[in-house]
């Protein structure tokens, strides 16, 4: 396991990042990406999950990048970690998240894509980690809505009654958009984003805003393009 320089100090909560890659190209871009993102104050490599479960073990890991090759350990790990349990950040293949990690019993608090995995995509990961969102990228969300054309007659879905308000800002949690950037499109203020965001998460019986979206398009709240 090989460990990065820290960064100078930065004005604002730096974070403490634990990698576990295995794809030898895709490892060195998220390297390099990584070892120039002011918001990162230090980054350990690791090889395998027993390197993962003593990173956990030794501090406070902040936020946990995993390859969905890599994911299904996780559980067991996260678990042993306690409350030292780190945000996951889930780089995919592809734009599509596979059925077994959204029935899994703890969705990742983010995504990325592999052929999007640029320096502005991370680093807006990051920041959205820490404000509390849920990191999405447009692809994924679209990839996610065009199941709503999939019908599935045996699912069970979740009786719910949503507000005129709550109708509006679903489709732009779906969409990847930040509370910010919500609040601009309504023209109300981010607090009164955050407040409906978490009515929905409430009401959907999701932890997150990404199981939000999840819940939403199995119950058919959200329309396809």
């Known amino acids: 396991m090989t460990q990065t320089l820290c960064h100078p100090p930065f004005q604002g909560e730096q974070l403490v990042v634990t990698t576990l890659v295995r794809n030898g190209f895709l490892q060195l871009g998220l390297r390099a990406v ?11 490599h690791c090889d395998d999950w027993s390197e993962v479960a003593d990173a956990l073990g030794a501090e406070m890991v902040d936020v946990l990048f995993l390859h969905e090759k890599d994911y299904h350990p996780v559980q067991g790990v996260l678990a042993e970690a306690g409350g030292r349990r ?31 995995l640029t320096a502005t995509a991370v680093e807006d990961a990051l920041q ?5 969102e849920v990191p999405m990228p447009t692809s994924v ?4 809505l065009h199941r709503v054309r999939e019908p ?16 509006d800002v679903l489709p732009m949690l779906a969409e990847g958009l930040s509370n910010k950037q919500i609040a601009r499109r309504l023209g109300i203020s981010s607090h009164g ?12 019986g999701a932890p997150n805003r990404t199981a939000a979206v999840v819940t939403a398009i199995q119950n058919g709240l959200i329309a396809p393009d």
């Open 152 to 167: 599935e007659p045996q699912r069970w879905h979740r009786a719910v009654s949503l507000t005129g308000r709550e109708n």
């Open 34 to 44: 990584l070892s120039t993102t002011p918001l990162v104050k230090e980054v350990r």
């Open 86 to 116: 780190p945000k996951v950040l889930l780089v995919l293949s592809g734009t599509d998240v596979s059925e077994e990690i959204l029935a899994g019993p703890s969705v990742p608090d983010g995504f990325l894509v592999e052929s999007e």
């Open 193 to 204: 984003v955050k407040r409906i965001v978490a009515s929905l998460l409430l009401k959907l």
């Open 128 to 132: 959205r980690i820490v404000a509390g």
């Open 141 to 144: 969300a679209r990839a996610l």
